[in-house]
């Protein structure tokens, strides 16, 4: 049997350099929780359950337009952290975002509070912190910057050689809807550059599913 | 005369947090600066100049495409902290920024590597640091939906009400380039449709120059 006590100790990035009290003050409040695929865990300003650290399973974060667009902001895994469920104790955060589970998710959850106060003492934990915004500022720019200056099947393209990537095969098990919401479009938009991209003989559609059938087209397309 | 070190010490956002050991590192290693209107300070990964501590004037971040094309990301002011001209020191940050002297600006200059020291022994610093990533992510984040969701006459609209409120007057000395410059696009694109807000009778362009004569019509354009 896992012991998950021993398992937090060894999945949270900077326990070796935070004093007794703080260990303690930690694992005091920690709770291992499950969350089943299709879990929305947190939901813009509406709520401030606290900080994730993943277990296993998989994250994605979000935003949606008032008319209910969304776009994907960035994917969480195994061993990462994730802030924005907790933004209540980020004045500075000033956007929301929707964090929902794409896979079964295993998790320990840290009260805002707690972590705020360990983060307020521990140099170690507020530069580790740092890191971590840090690293999603670098996705959200990365995002942006496709956005503007990089045309729809470059996007796509890329999207579809990443998510072949996460899901370790080349059958792809997916919407043009769930595609169009990833990527802040409309499905329409999503399936006419799909069905592009079959007749150029890269990719084939049928129910549900696009198998890359020549992904490094797909690759070199993104790298022109 | 103004003492500047005295200045530094109060300029510095939790110079009463610090030990006496780290306030000496910081004001032993600060340089105080003068940069004209119109200066790159920094460039991309190219450089890493260090943090910058705003005393007066005005600073522009922006990122470039590969064809030259500009967005500005945002703005600071007096009193600001400048962190991404010293990204070397964040390795997580992994986009470019460039930083460029708006008006005439005086700064305190700290060296990337002094500051880090310091923000690795400091909670306080670390943890302010944390609060200025935060409000420069919600500033692109800000952005971004911008981009995403809200056409571009409401964004030109927002832009000119807020370039009015930073310049204090609704006569505003710009070009038609460097609007386009601030917002990602073609100068064609502003140009037409300043061109429509002036046949809308809300501002008159004259050669250098667009007056508001109507700010109150562009922030109703903005609120629909």
Same mark, same amino acid.
Not at 51 to 77: C, D, K, N, P, W
């Given at each position: 049997?896992?012991?998950?006590?021993?398992?937090?100790?060894?999945?949270? #990035?900077?326990?070796?350099?935070?004093?007794?009290?703080?260990?303690?003050?930690?694992?005091?409040?920690?709770?291992?929780?499950?969350?089943?695929?299709? =879990?929305?865990?947190? !939901?813009?300003?509406?709520?401030?359950?606290?900080?994730?650290?993943?277990?296993?399973?998989?994250?994605?974060?979000?935003?949606?337009?008032?008319?209910?667009?969304?776009?994907?902001?960035?994917?969480?895994?195994?061993?990462? @952290?994730?802030?924005? *469920?907790? *933004?209540?104790?980020?004045?500075?955060?000033?956007?929301?975002?929707?964090?929902?589970?794409?896979?079964? =998710?295993?998790?320990?959850?840290? #009260?805002?509070?707690?972590?705020?106060?360990?983060?307020?003492?521990?140099?170690? @934990?507020? %530069?580790?912190?740092?890191?971590?915004?840090?690293?999603?500022?670098?996705?959200?720019?990365?995002?942006?910057?496709?956005?503007?200056?990089?045309?729809?099947?470059?996007?796509?393209?890329?999207?579809?050689?990443?998510?072949?990537?996460?899901?370790? =095969?080349?059958?792809?098990?997916?919407?043009?809807?769930?595609?169009? %919401?990833?990527?802040?479009?409309?499905?329409?938009?999503?399936?006419?550059?799909?069905?592009?991209?079959? !007749?150029?003989?890269?990719?084939?559609? *049928?129910?549900?599913?696009?198998?890359?059938?020549?992904?490094?087209?797909?690759?070199?397309?993104?790298? %022109?």
């Amino acid at each position: 049997m896992i012991s998950k006590e021993k398992d937090f100790q060894e999945f949270f #990035p900077v326990w070796n350099k935070l004093t007794a009290g703080q260990q303690e003050q930690l694992e005091h409040a920690v709770r291992y929780e499950h969350a089943k695929k299709g =879990t929305i865990i947190h !939901n813009g300003s509406l709520d401030c359950v606290g900080v994730l650290l993943i277990h296993s399973g998989q994250l994605r974060a979000y935003m949606i337009s008032e008319e209910g667009r969304e776009i994907t902001l960035f994917r969480l895994f195994e061993r990462d @952290l994730c802030l924005f *469920s907790a *933004s209540c104790m980020m004045p500075n955060i000033q956007f929301d975002t929707i964090i929902e589970t794409e896979k079964d =998710t295993d998790f320990w959850l840290i #009260p805002p509070n707690v972590y705020k106060s360990v983060m307020e003492a521990s140099a170690a @934990l507020a %530069n580790y912190t740092n890191e971590i915004l840090s690293s999603r500022f670098s996705d959200v720019m990365w995002l942006m910057e496709q956005i503007i200056w990089k045309s729809f099947d470059k996007r796509l393209a890329e999207f579809l050689i990443q998510e072949s990537a996460i899901e370790k =095969t080349n059958h792809l098990k997916i919407t043009h809807e769930k595609i169009a %919401n990833h990527m802040g479009t409309a499905r329409e938009v999503v399936t006419r550059m799909l069905r592009y991209f079959q !007749n150029e003989g890269w990719i084939r559609l *049928s129910r549900g599913t696009i198998e890359l059938i020549h992904p490094e087209k797909l690759t070199a397309l993104t790298e %022109n």
